[in-house]
Every structure is written in structure tokens, then in C-alpha cells.
């Protein structure tokens, strides 16, 4: 980063909350222009507010810090072109996921056990993922490792679903794309099959959960459009869209049913993160411009202070576990539970500072699950592994090798005590 940084004077605020593991100096929030120091001196009094922090420990300082020119999660030299083409495509999927969770609430359509929704969200959130990347790329062959396919919408039985999730795409566009020619349904299927890239250790793959946490969207609480890109293996770059994460720090309310209706009518509801490799992690309205504020984990906490987060879904990990190891390392607080790699976003800007994740032993984990989360946890100094404290390995196909029972994200002090704990645990074992 440090050739492009430029010595800027500028105000910043200076937060608890943002401290980063390099202290002070890396705490201030960086901005170029008036208006992005506005918002974010905003977005911390709000978060510190939330936090509960007494007002006198905010303030406004005027300092003097090397800035990057162009700041933002696009200001890669190498990867600019594709921040902004992940994030228009993750904000155009996220409006789908919105237009079928205001359907969902005002129970039309269909009843709120009934799975269709999300299966047509997801499917249509992936088709416009692909058709946004290849509309970013012309002439060149995308690569796109993503959840689902279309098989069964391609089967007779499957036409009708099919036709639905046409519409939503080509409603999504004519708001997003006005110019663009609407699709048919054989276009759609065609689109959603071009997710079905082997990945590997080579070449550049886009790694897409269209919709992750599928329970929270039918649940009306927490989910994220997920979009990652890997260079020879290596994750450089992360979108998540989370429509129904507040745009300050989250409570438990925030993980209860109920936050979809709060983002339908709260502009500071609906988050979206983004980190390139090498410049930072940063966050932003979902449905604004690209992201402007810097974001930091906080790993300033002592154990007593420390919240840590795990998923809402019992069966997708193992609570008694977690809080075997928070007991073991002194977290008293009890968790956040909250839906899909919303977590991983929320760590990323201290609203908590350690996440775990231990799934039964015969379930595999899949790339896109965690592939966008991945670099923005590390852009924002957070430290995330296998639970034996491996590096995750995203450059063996669509599935993790073996994650020795689960995984693990936290502020680096936490990380190193969570996998002492895990060890000392389970015997030394893993
Ligand atoms: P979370 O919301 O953090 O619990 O994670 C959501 C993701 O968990 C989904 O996108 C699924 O890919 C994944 N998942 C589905 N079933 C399971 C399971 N049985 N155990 C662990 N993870 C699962
Ligand atoms: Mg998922």
C-alpha cells in the first residue's frame, strides 16, 4: 500500500471500538473527502453508542496521516477493476434478496415454512451474480465457483420455478440495468450453470454463496450475498452484502427474528463489507456507493469484556463446545448468535472479537462459505484457521481439506488462547 499513500490532513475520529492490533496510529479513521469523514464520524458515534461508551471518550481530532490516494477497498492497483465489479454484483443480488424477503414478510405468495423463496432467491441472486461478472468482463471466461445449479430447474417439474425466478432477475435489472435486454428462462438456467467451476490451486476463480445463511433469510433475521475471488489459490479480494445487518455495532436484538423488517424502513439497517488484499477491510450502506470506512477488529478487550459470536442453527455448530472454550479462556458474556458470514463482518469492525464455528464431524465445509468473510477478517487484523490453528487451504476445489473440527476467527490475542483452549480440550488431540 505504501506507494500509493499520499500525507493528507484530515479529521478523524478516534474510537475504541476500531482500535487496531497496530495501535493508535492505524486507529484513526482515514478519509479523503468531507463527505466520507461525515458518514463515518457518524457510523462510530453510532457504534460507540451502541457500545455503550460514555460520549467523552469520543472526539473529533484533527491529525495529520498518510492516506492512500484513492482510498477504499478499490484503490488496488492490481484488483481495482474487480472491487467494483464484485461489488456492483453483490449489491445487484442483495436487491433481489430484499425484493423476495419484502414478498416473504408480507406473506405473499407463500407460507413461512414453505422453502421456495429462498430456493428462488438464491438461484436468482446467483444467475445475476454471473450475469453482472460477465457483463464486467466482456470476452472473458469467468470462472465462477458457486453453490448452486440448475439440473432440477432444467427438469419439466422444474419449468415453473424457473419462470418465477426469470421474472425476479428481470425485475432486479430493469430497476439496476434499465438498459438491459431482459433474459429468458433458458438464459437464466444457462447463467446459474456457469457457477459450476472446479476451482482449484491455479488460475483466478470467483467463489459466489448467493445466499448464505439460507435459514436466517427464511427466518427473517440475518444473511449475506457472499463473493470472493482467489489468484492461485489464495483469497485477494471479498464482498459481503448483509441487507439486514445494522450499519452500527449489533446486540442480541439484532440477531432475532424481526431484522428484515427493521432494514425495510432503517437507512442505517444493511451493511456491506469489502477488502482487497494488501488495502484494508471496509464497510458501507449495502445500497450505497463503494464502502468508505475502515474497519478494524478490537483486540483491546480483556476475556471478561470479550463477546463472542457462533451460529444461530444449533445443528450447523456445536454451542456446548464453544462455550466449553469460552469458559476456558474467561469469556463471561454469553454469544451473539447470528446467521452466515454476517459474523464475519461484524467481527471485522469490533462489534465482537472471536467467532467459532465446530460442525458435526461428517459435515463438509464448502469454499464459498467462507471465502469472502476470509479477507475481510484478515484486511481488519483479525486472525482465522482450522480449529487445530491450520490456515483454511481454498486452493483444493470446492470443499476445505480436513478443518480438524471446526473453525476459528478472532483478534490475534484471542485466536492464540481459543486454540490452547481447543487443544487442552480435546487432549492435545487435534
Ligand atoms: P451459519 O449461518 O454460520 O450457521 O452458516 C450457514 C451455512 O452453514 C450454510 O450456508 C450452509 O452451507 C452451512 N450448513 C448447512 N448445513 C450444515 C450443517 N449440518 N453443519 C454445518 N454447516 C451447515
Ligand atoms: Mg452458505
Known sequence: MASHMVAKSVLATRSACTAPPGGVGRALLRHTAGTALLQGAQYHRRQAAAAGQPSRQRRLVAVSVAAPAAAGPHASPVYGGEMNAAVEAVRLASRLCQAVQVQLQRGEKTEKDDESPVTVADYGAQALVAWSLQRSFPGQAVS??????????????????????????NEALAVEHPQAAPLSPSEVADLIDSGNSAGGGSGRHWVLDPIDGTRGFVGMRQYAVCLGLLEQGEVVLGVLGCPNLPQYAISEADCDEGQAGRSFSDEAVGTMFAACKDQGSWAGPVFGGMPSQRIFCNDTLPASQVRYMESFE?????HDMALAIADEIGITLPSLRLDSQAKYGALSRGDASVFMRFP??????????????VIILQEAGAVISDAAGHPLDFSKGRYFPDLH??????????????????????????
Open 314 to 318: 444449533a445443528r450447523h455448530s456445536n
Open 405 to 430: 473440527g471446526g473453525i476459528v476467527a478472532a483478534t490475534p490475542s484471542m485466536h492464540r488462547a481459543i486454540i490452547a483452549a481447543i487443544q487442552k480440550i480435546r487432549g492435545g488431540s487435534s
Open 144 to 169: 465462477l465457483v458457486a453453490e448452486e445449479d440448475a439440473v432440477e430447474l432444467r427438469a419439466p417439474e422444474g419449468a415453473d420455478m424457473l419462470a418465477r425466478i426469470a421474472a425476479l432477475v
Open 360 to 373: 458435526d464431524p461428517s459435515y463438509r465445509e464448502k469454499i464459498w462459505d467462507h471465502c469472502a468473510g
